[in-house]
């Protein structure tokens, strides 16, 4: 029996549930998960054959050692990039003994592994084009867990958005741990310049590789596949947003006008610690270079509280950059630290747990004081919105997104029908529609039907 493990260290919530990072927590379910199974293993009649224990995923490798001496019923442990081993780690485990491959690799992409829709009434869906991260933040353990950055080729990912497409799926949102530093150099068909593709006044500890496939011709062919079909992508790194870049998302109708730039600081003593290559007056630079190429568009951010020596003036900075930029989504979080970073080698955690808990609530007030503001300029606006399903709240109502990914509220009734046969359609899953916003609060948006629509014919505001 294979126990899949979580995968992200820095677990995103939605904005309407804003609450501090528990990482021990997501942790302790599966030790406890693993004493149930255990128990199951204990009990298991020999008729019914044995049974095998297995972890996969990044705890596997950042734990193998306590796992395997703490949990001696363990008869398999693979990392993030052992898949393909698992035939002969099974194979192991069936002479009885403990089997284990944690190794990263410097090529793995799962560029070979097509993903299946297990969702029938999904409407959108994420496509992975690159794993691993070059970065090397001070207080990220991803490089450590998922090894370094290696991109899946052009071909792999447009076969599964087709595939996708034919499906009926309506968006799809690309992701990578830094997806905009994105680079396929497996074909040199369409080289790109070797021109810096670092947004100004941004810096990197590592070299950037020249040639090939970068994100801005991604997204570009992505983006063709199909007209009907959103496209979205997270999570950026800051450093990665030359203008050519801005210049796709504005021109392309189906590449939503929606930004994740991730701040994680206000102050530059903190960002310097967290060797994020970049200066707070950089990134209000960018910004303001985001909105100048892309009117209306929809900024929301990363943001980590309490970090090795934040003092309260560091804190006050991170507030007034929320107020200075005014997101439309926020992710927040406390920081904990974790093994293998440079921050655990380096840095001393020494921001007590209970400023940390009085940080992050200053952080969510004042987000939300701004994200009220943000959606109140949206009331009496037209709103073209994706319609996922029936609101959580209310089977009398539908919910769905806008270009920006706020979420709309609207009620479930007929739209009059300009057929002949004069029977009124109602909105599903999968269809566009046209809402007039009639309210909002720092979380949604409420609004009145007013029409079926098409991405290609219809504004996304009006």
Known sequence: MIQKLPGPYYRRVDTSELIPLQREKAEQTIWNRLKQLGNMKRKRCK????LRIGILGCMAERLKEEILQREKMVDILAGPDAYRDLPRLLSVAETGQQAANVLLSLDETYADV??????????????SIMRGCNNMCTYCIVPFTRGRERSRPVHSILEEVKMLSSQGIKEVTLLGQNVNSYLDTSSL??????????SRGFSTIYKPREGGLR??????????????????FTSPHPKDFPDEVLHLIRERHNICKQIHIPAQSGSDRVLEAMRRGYTRGAYLDLVQNIREHIPGVSLSSDFITGFCQETEEDHQQTLSLLRDVSYNAAFLFAYSMRKKTRAFHRLKDDVPPEVKKRRLEELIAVFREEAEKVNQRDVGSTQLVLVEGVSKRSSLELCGRND???????????????SS???DIRARPGDYVLVKITSSSSQSLRGRLL?????????AIS
């Open 47 to 50: 008729s019914q054959g044995p």
């Open 114 to 127: 097509m993903p299946v829709q297990t969702s029938s009434n999904s409407v959108s869906s994420f496509v």
């Open 189 to 198: 068909q369409f080289p790109t310049t070797n021109a810096s593709h670092l």
């Open 215 to 232: 994100f801005v011709d991604l997204l570009d062919q992505v983006s063709s596949v199909d007209p009907e079909m959103r496209i979205r």
């Open 404 to 418: 920006g990914n706020t979420k709309v509220i609207f009620p479930d009734v007929p739209i009059a029908s300009n």
């Open 421 to 423: 046969l004069g029977d």
């Open 451 to 459: 029409d079926l629509a098409k991405l290609q014919s219809s504004p």
